[in-house]
């Protein structure tokens, strides 16, 4: 229950559908299936297995890590990935968190109930403080900042004074409720129709069609401008209008069917499965390697690592997946929801599911706190592998490294919560290091298990004390197939998505706005000072590591306690 | 929905319960398993340490 428990988390519920609808559903799925089979399973057992046998010499850090199965002076400013990582994420993920707890009680006060999409979205825009910077920073029930400022100091409250055990009893009992409340909100979803009489083409049934068609219809125009973005339609009325619509444009309009094999080709769809595999099972995070760190010898690293995955993929595809696309096609209409990504979605659709539901201010206020139980662990955890690798690189006590993480994750997140024009600051930070560095580590862990520990080592630590033996075909995944298609999907992403090449004719075109945010004319101050931060941390953590007589005792192979 | 989407459906949400079933069965079944089975726990060891 405890390895289910910690496997929920807000990438179930509002990441993983917010992506689906983004690219397009049949065509995510399959590619969202075999990241899972050939990098989360493959990378989570090799962190598992990594971390294990770094904890058997005393090391409990990525760079700890690194350097002891390495034996090379290197390794240990390549773990330096494995905190950064989770840090920084930290910063911003304590601000998503703190939006669960405040929906949560605004809920339960009764100051959230919306008649329509357009108040939902409305009132999430005044919450985050979307419109403009520092629009949030006031003290109101119903913007980011008292919410921010207490979930803050309630997680730091909990690791400093070692409280962790009563929250994880919490969660014990509070994620299984999580999954009966997602199992109601589930049944009433698939009841809901077409809530809209006028608007017949917006029902839950289209909505599972948008989310899991393999092969999309679209309305797109003749010659289409560099604004111009095709529009999908969804269920067989729609496409029989929409054949009308382009009967009557005189050919300035044309439907195509798009299949599944040609979405296939967009480098950004397997990116973004790659990332949300990465995301929702916490691998490439650097977290798994630092929890593993603290098992047994014989411990069973394989079945553990098989059970978290599986609880998670039941939660975000059987629970995630059913329940907010088809809610929001039905509120919100195909168009909609159309372009919306990453957690918005769920917090701009689901107020308006449970504002429509019998009981909903109780039951919108119990599913947000749930949320929020799961971002609580989930921070929590994010938040060790920074203070184990300070406790390590300087030598000193639990408390002076929770300070000192402290202290850094304040600023970062007040950063987050000044810069929240467009969510900015949030935004660029998951795309540089919830996206780009994860998929770095990951690629850097799966070499140095595959490689340089050697699958056959590797092998031996995995399975000791395993239930079962992961079957052979693994093998060669490990050490071809997943590194292949991690260093492959990445050389894709960076030529069209970063440096905006035209892969077909391999043409340059516009770089991504994530890269014109840094530099140029349409540069961005919050990107600027995000991208500032991450190289900031990263100094200030590569001199941490340089000065660490751990880490050099690492590079030898020598137990850090002789 | 089309009957293509109602397969990909059926197919990704019956392999993840099955996963899930099979994983539950075996720690169930294996004896001295649930011992062995460990999660992200938030409790670790340095807490215990004087600082």
Redesign the interface.
Known sequence: M??A???VGLGNFLRFPGLAAQYG??AF??AY?ISFLIIGLPIGWAEWAMGRYAGSLGY?SAPGAFACIVRSRWAKYAGIIGVIVPVIIYMYYVMIEAWCIGYAVNFWSGRMHFKDAAEAVGYFAGFVGAAGDATAMKFSADTALPWLLAVFVFNFYLIYR?L??G??KMCQFGMPLLIVLALLLLGRVMTLGAPDPARPHDSV??G??Y?????KVQVVKATPGPTDKPREV??AAAIAEAEKEVAASGGALKLVTVSPWSQLWNPSLWLAAAGQIFFSL?VGFG??IV??S??KP???VV??G???S??N??C???LG??ITIPAAVAFLGVAGIAGQAGVGLGFKVLPLVFSKMPAGAFFGGAFFFMLFLAAV?SS??ML?PG??FV?EALGV????SVAILGMLTAFGAGMALFFTADLKALDTLDFWVGTFLIFVLATVQIIIFGWVWGIDRGFEEMHR?A??QVPRVFRPIIQWLCPGFLLLVFALWLMRDVFGFDLATLKPGAVSSYVSDLFGAKSSLAAQLSVALVVAVSVFFGLLTARSRAYAKAERGLPKHD | MTPAGLLVMLFSVGTVTSLFSWCIYKVLTSPGESDKLHAVELHTPDMDQPD
Do not use: H
């Not at chain 1, 989310?211 to 092969?215: A, E, F, G």
């Open positions: 405890a390895v428990g910690s496997a559903g049949g799925m399959m299936a409990n070692g962790s055990r929250i994880e049934i289209n599972l069609g989310m899991w068609n393999p092969s969804v269920g916490s977290v798994i929890y593993a603290y098992m014989k411990d069973d079945l553990s098989l059970t978290a599986s609880a993929e039941f975000e595809v059987a997946g059913l662990t929590i955890s060790q203070i184990a406790e006590g639990r408390r002076a004390g239930a079962f």
